[in-house]
């Protein structure tokens, strides 16, 4: 029977991107990972993005933090994310959907496993019909829900900050054809 549900829900997923015309999946890496040779964390983003019209798309980003002078601890991020263009332009607001961390190396916390939560807000530049570039600000934890989470963060990567901004360079590699 879930297996029903799912393939029905799928299914009608499938069938709303295609109606609309506009769907894509696209790539996009973080260029703001070259500001680690300046400072001691590094931190990067690579995401995959399913656009489904012209007002939503879906994206899933892996994010590492990296100490890279004082402890050999890492965070992998990982998460959902829903994107709304209210005005059918390049600004965006962002929320994540489910987004968690988990700690790795010798040095990391004995509570490894984090759940998290993010808001942002972006803009997005088409230099070419495939290639865009996307400024984002984002908001860790503005509900205050994760607070001992991003305390923890914080903690472990003094770089890393409440508010942060990402430039995203990406490429839409794929058009998904409407029906």
């Known amino acids: ?26 790539l996009g890496l973080d260029l703001r990972g070259f500001d680690a040779l300046l ?33 050999e601890v890492e965070l992998w991020e990982f998460g959902l994310f829903l994107d709304y263009h209210p005005f ?16 790795t190396g010798l040095d990391k916390p004995e509570e490894n496993i984090l759940y998290l939560n993010e808001v942002a807000f972006g803009y997005t530049w088409h230099i070419t019909k495939s290639l865009y570039l996307e ?3 984002v908001i860790t934890d503005p509900s205050g829900v994760f607070e001992s989470e991003y305390e923890q963060v914080m903690h472990t990567f003094h770089d890393r900050s409440q ?5 995203l360079f990406g490429w839409e590699f794929l058009a998904i054809p409407s029906l």
Not at 10 to 25: I, Q, R, T
Not at 52 to 57: D, L, V
Not at 91 to 102: K, P
Not at 163 to 167: E, T
Request: aromatic fraction near 10%; charged fraction near 15%; proline fraction near 4%.
């Open 1 to 26: 029977m879930k297996k029903i549900l799912l393939t029905l829900a799928f299914a009608l997923l499938l069938s709303s991107v295609w109606a609309e015309g506009e769907s894509s999946l696209s």
């Open 39 to 71: 400072l001691p964390t590094l931190q990067t983003k690579a995401e995959v993005k399913l656009t489904i019209n012209a007002e939503f798309a879906l994206r899933i980003p892996v994010s590492l933090t990296s100490d890279l002078l004082y402890n």
């Open 88 to 103: 059918r332009n390049g600004l965006y607001l962002s929320v994540s959907l489910i987004q968690m961390g988990i700690f």
């Open 135 to 137: 400024p984002r600000l």
């Open 163 to 167: 508010f942060r901004i990402f430039f």
